[in-house]
Nanobody, 120 residues
Framework: QVLLVESGGGEVQAGGSLRLACAAS????????MEWFRQAPGKEREFVAR????????SYAESVKGRFTISRDNAKNMVFLQMDRLEPEDTAVYYC?????????????WGQGTQVTVSS
């Protein structure tokens, strides 16, 4: 049973930082690409960052590039999202995700999400 549990959200002023963590279990974490998504109120869920199983290939949404850093610790089955220079537009529920298969159309396993609120 795939289980993803996010933590580290909270409220911060614009320009501040937060570090999100996702603890994973129930699958071969060290063989899995991991991703972060977010969903703001009234908007669709959107991609934020992705990291390959070995951590060598990383990609970001343009809106967070240069401010957010994704990383992973395969020994601890955890993936992280360091968020710096936060902006009010970053306010959203952040989700850790793992694709169900190599086919993107097959969907994702999701965590319960963690709320990030950035005040101006």
């Amino acid at each position: 049973q795939v289980l993803l549990v996010e933590s580290g959200g909270g409220e911060v002023q614009a320009g501040g930082s937060l570090r999100l963590a996702c603890a994973a279990s129930g699958f071969s974490f060290s063989s899995s690409r991991m991703e972060w998504f977010r969903q703001a109120p009234g908007k669709e869920r959107e991609f934020v960052a992705r990291i390959s199983y070995g951590g060598y290939t990383i990609s970001y949404a343009e809106s967070v590039k240069g401010r957010f850093t994704i990383s992973r610790d395969n020994a601890k089955n955890m993936v992280f999202l360091q968020m710096d220079r936060l902006e009010p537009e970053d306010t959203a529920v952040y989700y850790c995700a793992r694709a169900k298969t190599i086919n993107p159309g097959d969907g994702y396993y999701w965590g319960q999400g963690t709320q990030v609120t950035v005040s101006s």
